[in-house]
């Protein structure tokens, strides 16, 4: 026969609040370059476990996921608009360009626009 368990008792802290309070610990008593040093562990070991095309791959994943989030939560107008900005930003960038390199021949805008 066995014997009913007893009700688990929680200490009312969450699994993400147990994670970060354990990681504020390590990075107080390792500090930031710790967190480098491990980064560049895995990442050294990713590269030897996958190889180049492992990167191409997640970062088409990574690319195409962050394009249809940013088109799913701002519509396609968005881009007509930011397109739209970067465009005219491109084209003050040329005129302030034109301006710099005639005053630094001597020219003044009157003999430039002509």
Do not use: C, N
Request: hydrophobic share 20%; charged share 35%.
């Amino acid at each position: 026969m066995s014997t009913p368990e007893a009700p688990k008792k929680t200490s009312g802290m969450s699994v993400r609040e147990a994670g970060q309070k354990g990681g504020e610990t390590v990075k107080k008593k390792y500090g930031p370059e710790f967190y480098e040093q491990i980064g560049r562990k895995g990442g050294l070991a990713t590269k030897q476990a996958h190889g180049h095309e492992f990167y191409e791959q997640i970062g088409k994943k990574g690319g195409k996921k962050g394009g249809e989030a940013t088109r799913d939560r701002y519509g396609p107008d968005f881009y007509e608009r930011i397109g739209q900005k970067g465009g005219q930003k491109v084209k003050q960038l040329i005129e302030e360009g034109k301006r710099a390199a005639a005053a630094a021949r001597g020219e003044t805008e009157e003999q430039r626009a002509s």
